[in-house]
């Protein structure tokens, strides 16, 4: 399929001029007195999720814009070539479908092989959850980038629905601080080790797992051998390597699944542990319920596509460079790590699709932590600094600490719940709103200087409001309502990546990287610093002492 590239539309030029005229001077606050309507105007509900936009900088012109932009690229067409498996990552030769790992039996492409694996984790998932008579109580995953950051987001943000006798534990670093500490608070005989590689070749995870073969070895004794196909499990496309390594109880999947787009697969293991098999079904669950509303929802309701537009009109028109995740649930502390990889990993490209180099900005900087951590950290940036960064709250309504939360805590955890929605809520309004001088003038300020003159201090506490935000709101967060909120974004990263014309599924920047720390290796061992660069040289002296 050819693709029009963005920047090639009549709708971009169109954009172009209206930023260049009336659209530069956008004010919220303005146009939330001109327009009673813009909060139903600008709010859009999908399933599981509502997402109010109204606190962004856009309006009815620049929303039609971008849909036209949207048509102009031909983004229905494409999203249904990815839906149907067409090989739309060209630089691979691959389909790219985790959208099938979530369909029910038969409604998307390669159903059968799908249902396969997963019939067949979810049966040995159960049969581990019987703590009492698998003897597992500790499940450490090995795994790094998408084949760690789904697992070690979705298990805390669904700790109410966990086993509580089944431990997670993640380990991803090839730094040995991170899986030391792990092991070593473990016994072989309770543990179930998993090692998750799509690639089954990433140097990380191939470290980790040899040490925690040599521990497990160690440590079981007698018949340690026998027992590894009972205590480490492999997911995986590559079933052999798996097989080379000595482990026995493999789960595969596909080419055609992307890492970072893999927590639906059998990569989705410790999250089947942790939460059971029907619970796990609810996740992917929501996820394809998320799926039919970006297939089939037209495009101006259709809030991933929404997203994405906006994206586009932030980071091309607007400059800005940076976008802020703010999940006000401490069970969503990872998300933004999470989404670092999803986003940055797909988006971060600077050629299009022909390999030509493209002459406007791609992926922003996704950023962010849990509120209200973030408060207490990096959000005076945020409403005083002199970037414009859109912040995107995500809220829960219903706060849900598990069945076995003591009696005794359950009023002090609603009247928390009540001070973090009021936080999240106050934040948003805060960025939108600011302070003036003047009102900061009529303020008082207990702890300013008495040296300072009042016109002084009212300027450091002047806020200028204005700055944008997308507040997310889920009725509770449940398998079903996660699944949506992660293919949500997956799919809104899928549209700006198509909008600008780019391959958002290879990831051939994290290469270069991995090569030179193979040429680097034997020269820890022989010190030979010749043909290096003086500056690589000189510190390579210095970590060998010489
Ligand atoms: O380094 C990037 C990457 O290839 C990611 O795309 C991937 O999620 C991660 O490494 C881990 O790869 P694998 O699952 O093959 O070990």
Redesign the pocket.
């Known amino acids: 399929m050819s693709v029009t590239r963005c920047d090639q539309t009549p709708a971009w030029a169109a954009l172009q001029s209206h930023h260049a005229g009336a659209g530069r001077a956008f004010d919220l606050r303005s146009a939330f007195a001109a327009d009673a309507g813009r909060v139903a105007a600008f709010s859009l509900d999908a399933p599981e999720i509502h997402a109010d936009l109204s606190k962004n900088h856009w309006g009815a012109t620049v929303q039609g814009l971008l849909l036209q932009l949207a048509r102009e690229c031909a983004l229905e067409a494409r999203r249904d070539a990815m839906l149907a498996g067409e090989p739309i990552n060209h630089t691979e030769g691959r389909a790219v479908l985790h959208t099938a790992l979530r369909a029910p039996r038969g409604a998307a492409p390669c159903s059968d092989d799908v249902h396969g694996v997963l019939d067949r984790m979810l049966d040995w998932v159960e049969q581990v959850r019987d703590t009492a008579r698998s003897g597992i109580r500790h499940v450490v995953n090995i ?5 760690d950051l789904g697992p070690q987001m979705v298990v805390p943000a669904l700790d109410a629905y966990a086993s509580r006798t089944l431990t997670l534990h993640f380990v991803s670093n090839v730094d040995g601080h991170d899986i030391a500490p792990v092991l070593r608070r473990l016994d072989p005989r309770e543990t179930l080790v998993i090692v998750a ?3 089954f070749t ?1 140097q990380e ?1 191939m470290a980790n797992a040899q040490v925690a073969r040599a521990w497990f070895l160690a440590g079981y004794g007698e018949g340690g051998e026998a027992a590894i196909a009972q205590h480490f499990a492999a997911t995986t496309t590559n079933v052999e390597a798996a097989g080379k390594f000595g482990i026995t109880t493999t789960f595969g999947f596909w080419d055609w699944v992307g ?2 787009y893999s927590l639906w697969s059998a990569i989705g293991l410790p999250i089947a542990l942790a939460i059971g098999a029907a619970n796990f079904r609810d996740l992917l669950a929501g996820a394809h319920a998320m799926d039919r509303h970006f297939a089939s929802a037209p495009l101006a309701s259709n809030l991933p596509i929404q997203l994405g537009l906006l994206d586009v009109w932030y980071r091309n028109f607007l400059g800005y460079s940076s976008r802020s995740i703010a999940p006000y649930h401490q069970g969503l502390r990872r998300l933004p790590a999470y989404l670092q990889q999803l986003e940055m ?1 797909s988006n971060g490209k600077c050629v299009d699709l022909d390999g030509q180099a493209l002459p406007y900005a791609t992926c922003p900087v996704v950023w962010g932590e849990a509120g209200t951590n973030g408060q207490h950290a990096y959000f005076q940036m945020l409403h005083q600094g002199t970037d414009v960064i859109p912040v995107e709250f995500v809220a829960v309504k219903t706060p849900n600490h598990g069945p076995d939360v003591p009696e005794v805590l359950k009023a002090g955890l609603a009247d928390q719940h009540i001070k973090l929605l009021a936080n999240c809520l106050a934040q948003s309004q805060a960025l939108m709103l600011g302070k003036s001088t003047a009102e900061a003038l009529g303020e008082k300020a207990p702890t300013a200087s008495a040296q300072l003159d009042a016109q002084t201090v009212a300027r450091h506490r002047t806020f200028p409001g204005n700055r944008p935000s997308s507040t997310f709101v889920l009725e509770s967060l449940t398998p079903a309502s996660l699944g949506a909120l992660i293919a949500l974004y997956e799919h809104r990263v899928w549209t700006s990546g198509a909008l600008w014309g780019i391959n958002s599924f290879d ?1 051939w920047g ?1 290469e270069l990287g991995k090569a030179l720390c193979n040429q680097l290796l034997p020269r820890f061992a022989s010190g030979d610093t010749a043909g290096l660069d003086g500056s690589t040289a000189a510190l390579l002296q210095r970590l060998l002492g010489r």
Not at 143 to 147: P, T
Request: net charge positive; charged share 20%.
């Open positions: 795994g790094i980038g998408g084949s590689s799509k690639t990433t995870t890492g970072r990993e990831q994290v």
